[in-house]
């Protein structure tokens, strides 16, 4: 149980990696805390890791929503003094001809991606800086990275992974004097299996796309190092 004790905070986790990574974690011993934009679905994933034998608790959050960050901050600063690891991992993704795309998603795609991880971030911090080992890990994008054009995503989508790519830039470096590793992947599109079925532990040849099971791997590598031990990003080649 190579996370036991650890206090974990994980967006978007109602479905998809979120939720993979909330179970996977919980497997390893954490103490998780996920958040869905609907509540029930976050219930539904702590309910899951319950049963894979942790402690969970379940938020609401919206992240395209000022007010619902702040309530979801407070709601877990009465839950638990401490978050040891952040996972910014809620973002609605986006894709479609540039034109066509509604205003409304594009504002929502760059509002919950963007601000959204800047909001939760702060909102949790006071709850980081009272651990001995605070983490922040953002699940970027090879859209996130400068030059990457290779994605069918739309350029909403690019605009906010570019901007979690800054954002997470500039804290890795203001935040490290009060020790907290701000930590991101940058992964191309990616399989999500589902960690309680069988294609999870299914074993990898070399061409094979990307998984969930290896990015999960990757968070766990870079969360369970020693202190001394500061993993910044996370970049994969695409097939
Ligand atoms: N899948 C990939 O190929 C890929 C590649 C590179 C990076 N990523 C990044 O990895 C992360 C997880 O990927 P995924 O595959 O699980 O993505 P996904 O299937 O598109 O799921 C997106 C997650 O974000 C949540 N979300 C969307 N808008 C939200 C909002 N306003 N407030 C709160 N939560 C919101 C969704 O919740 P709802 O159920 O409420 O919609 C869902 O849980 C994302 O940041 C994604 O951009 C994914």
């Not at 702590?46 to 034998?53: I, L, S, T, Y």
Request: charged share 25%.
């Amino acid at each position: 149980m190579g996370f036991t004790g650890y206090r974990v905070v994980v967006t978007g986790a109602g479905r998809g990696f979120g939720r993979a990574l909330a179970i996977a974690l919980g497997r390893d011993g954490a103490e998780v805390f996920v958040s869905a934009r609907d509540f029930a679905a976050a219930e539904a994933t702590a309910q899951e890791v319950r049963h894979v034998g942790a402690r969970a608790h379940a938020f609401e959050c919206d992240l395209a929503d000022a007010e619902s960050v702040r309530e979801f901050a407070e709601a877990l600063a009465e839950t638990t003094s401490a978050v040891d690891v952040l996972v910014n991992n809620g973002a609605p993704y986006l894709d479609g001809d540039f034109a066509d795309a509604g205003d409304e998603r594009i504002v929502e795609t760059i509002a919950a991606g963007a601000a959204g991880t800047v909001l939760v971030t702060k909102a949790v911090l006071p709850l980081l800086l009272r651990s001995a080992r605070p983490d922040v890990v953002t699940m970027v994008s090879g859209c996130g990275e400068y030059g990457n054009h290779r994605s069918a995503a739309h350029e909403a989508f690019y605009a906010a992974k570019s901007a979690q790519a800054g954002f997470t830039e500039v804290l890795s470096k203001r935040l490290r004097p009060q020790g907290v590793r701000v930590i991101s992947l940058y992964p191309p599109d990616f399989d999500n299996p589902d960690p309680l079925g069988p294609e999870w532990n299914a074993p990898k040849v070399n061409g094979d796309a990307l998984t969930a099971r290896s990015l999960v791997d990757c968070v766990r590598f870079a969360i369970g190092q020693p202190r001394d031990c500061f993993i910044k990003s996370f970049y994969f080649e695409q097939a």
